[in-house]
T-cell receptor, first 109, second 112 residues
């Protein structure tokens, strides 16, 4: 059973639409990370989230991105107005040694 | 200068061979070093952490050379199932904290 479950596994959205990617940890951890991986490229850090606050964020994590832990369990990444270049795999991970979820493949058309 | 550099490969080796990968990093203030493996279109999976004294886990040995700013991974007695992309990850100092920074990965193909 995975440590971290991500939903949906694949999402197709139209450019300009908002998407919400979800991450559900099995155990009650406080520290989480979001990464993305554009097809054929390296994994890139987006943001870390500790105890319901953003701990660190990269240059990629601009105003169109936000993270929340709305119900104390699920952990969401929202992209407000998607662009074609947002198409990628998005991984959630717990702890910095990173048990990764299986990822959400986002396709923006 | 790229922050974390790896030879993309592919390294094409027969079963049973020994293969070594290196990874260099640019920031001498980095701490915490890791090797992950990633299978095609799957999530990265932690293979091992890398400690200053070096560490071994079965057929896998990792080394850290802080002076030269590189880490290495040695795989002995390669198996077909070792075929994957091996990612080097360095927690790089950034404004008082540390950011996980990935290399592009080294592709390994083990053939019969």
């Amino acid at each position: 059973e995975p440590e971290v479950t991500q939903t949906p596994s694949h999402q197709v959205t139209q450019m300009g639409q908002e998407v919400i990617l979800r991450c559900v940890p099995i155990s009650n951890h406080l520290y989480f990370y979001w990464y993305r991986q554009i097809l054929g490229q390296k994994v890139e850090f987006l943001v870390s989230f500790y105890n319901n606050e953003i701990s660190e964020k990269s240059e990629i994590f601009d105003d169109q991105f936000s993270v929340e832990r709305p119900d104390g369990s699920n952990f969401t990444l929202k992209i407000r107005s998607t662009k074609l270049e947002d198409s990628a795999m998005y991984f959630c991970a717990r702890t910095n040694e990173a048990f990764f979820g299986q990822g959400t493949r986002l396709t923006v058309v | 200068r790229k922050e974390v550099e790896q030879d993309p490969g592919p390294f094409n080796v027969p079963e049973g061979a020994t293969v070594a990968f290196n990874c260099t990093y640019s920031n001498s203030a980095s701490q915490s070093f890791f090797w992950y493996r990633q299978d095609c279109r799957k999530e990265p999976k932690l293979l091992m952490s890398v400690y200053s004294s070096g560490n071994e886990d079965g057929r896998f040995t990792a080394q850290l050379n802080r002076a030269s700013q590189y880490i290495s991974l040695l795989i002995r007695d390669s198996k077909l199932s070792d075929s994957a992309t091996y990612l080097c990850v360095v927690n790089m100092a950034s404004g008082g904290s540390y950011i996980p920074t990935f290399g592009r990965g080294t592709s390994l193909i083990v053939h019969p």
